[in-house]
């Protein structure tokens, strides 16, 4: 379906696309389906191809919530799948051991690195952790929820085995 401007319901390109980002921005997404349907409730007409190609020109990223669900964002400068691949990079080369206590996990690495591990821990910006301390060889990362912990936990020692 091709959409011309002018048209009642329909904008340009531009325009839909701040649309998507102030939808992404105030609310969880987690779908392009979900993202189509907010459109619509906005009297915007569009398909879901076109909100796929939207989100790979907005250069939109999924981020993981917890439970397995996940919601559009946009990506960080410096990008957020860049946060998230360093982030794999550390855990595999300098994270020795993940422990968890209600909604609190511990993370062990090697002399040195806690810090930078955080550093990119807390660049990854995700809503189910709310802060991150680190020392020398520690990190102490709150999540939002022990059922948060427990995902952040099986996530994290995925990231450590790569």
């Known amino acids: 379906m091709h959409m011309l401007c002018g048209m009642a319901g329909t904008l340009s390109k531009e325009q839909r696309q701040k649309r998507i980002q102030d939808i992404i921005a105030r609310e969880s997404v987690s779908t392009q389906g979900e993202l189509v349907e907010r459109l619509q409730a906005e009297g915007i007409r569009v398909t879901q191809a076109t909100v796929s190609r939207d989100i790979n020109e907005l250069r ?5 919530v917890g439970k397995g669900r996940h919601r559009y964002a946009l990506a960080q400068t410096a990008g957020h799948v860049g946060a998230q691949e360093e982030l ?24 040195g690195h806690a810090t930078g591990v955080a550093l990119v821990l807390d660049r990854v910006r995700r809503d189910d952790i709310i802060g991150t301390l680190a020392g020398e060889d520690t990190i102490f990362v709150v999540a939002r929820t022990t059922a948060d912990a427990e995902n952040i936990m099986e996530e994290f020692h995925a990231l450590m085995l790569g």
């Open 88 to 111: 794999a990079r550390l855990f595999q080369n300098f994270v020795h051991d993940i422990d968890r206590g209600e909604n609190m996990l511990v993370i062990r690495t090697a002399d």
């Open 60 to 64: 939109l990223v999924r981020l993981p």
